[in-house]
């Protein structure tokens, strides 16, 4: 059973235009959300955070919404760069699990130039 | 400069061969983490520790060993039972309670011969 689920395998922007990446969660004790980056043949690297009690944190380009009721959350990348290009992981955590993240998939972006 | 360091970078496994991956890190973290990464899946949990000498099974233990004799290491033994051995293997170490802090070292890909 796939508990964070992001449905979009791949996805392609222009330049400067907006990224938006989706994720899905089935378990509602998740009560804090991550988003990681990856390129390949490296490890992830932290991108950015919300809490469930919180419905949107920005960090420069990158925000972040949270809609609690939907069990959804969103990654807004503007505006996008070349160096965007990677896979980005959802994370869910509830303070029960002994903070052991549950990842999705992953979605490949791809910013063309 | 603190950080994670995983070897080797690629490790070859033969059938019936038990081979160990190493994780050290500086960082002073308590905790440490395995995750394994197939192509097109998200990276699942395999053992983590959140203290020397004490260790909990993940979502897919079964065919690995780990152990934590020292802070700083945390060595993943896959052995002959893991019948699917090849993937990328992720080792992550964070401070306790601040699962934003995960961070990741750059992998190792196990391949069988």
């Known amino acids: 059973d796939q508990q964070v689920k992001q449905n979009s395998p791949s996805l392609s922007v222009q330049e400067g235009r907006i990224s938006i990446l989706n994720c899905d969660y089935t378990?509602?004790?998740?009560?804090?959300f991550l988003w990681y980056k990856k390129y390949p043949a490296e490890g992830p690297t932290f991108l950015i955070s919300?809490?469930?009690?919180?419905d949107k944190n920005e960090d420069g380009r990158f925000t972040v919404f949270l809609n609690k009721s939907a069990k959804h959350l969103s990654l807004h990348i503007v505006p996008s760069q070349p160096g965007d290009s990677a896979v980005y992981f959802c994370?869910?955590?509830?303070?029960?699990?002994?903070?052991?993240?549950?990842f999705g998939k992953g979605t490949l972006l791809t910013v063309n130039p | 400069d603190g950080g994670i360091t995983q070897s080797p970078k690629y490790l070859f496994r033969k059938e019936g061969q038990n081979v160990t991956l190493s994780c050290e890190q500086n960082?002073?973290?308590?905790?440490m983490y395995w995750y394994r990464q197939d192509p097109g899946q998200g990276l699942r949990l395999i053992y983590y520790?959140?203290?020397?000498?004490?260790?909990q099974k993940g979502d897919i233990a079964e065919g690995y060993s780990v152990s934590r004799e020292k802070k700083e290491s945390f060595p993943l033994t896959v052995t002959s039972a893991q019948k699917n051995p090849t993937a990328f293997y992720l080792c992550?170490?964070?401070?306790?309670?601040?699962?934003?802090?995960?961070?990741f070292g750059s992998g190792t890909q196990l391949s069988v011969l």
């Open positions: 992550a170490s964070t401070v306790a309670g601040r699962p934003e802090k995960l961070f």
């Open positions: 378990n509602s004790m998740f009560d804090y």
């Open positions: 919300i809490s469930s009690i919180k």
């Open positions: 994370a869910a955590l509830y303070g029960g699990s002994n903070y052991k993240l549950t």
């Open positions: 960082l002073n973290h308590d905790a």
């Open positions: 520790s959140q203290i020397v000498n004490d260790f």
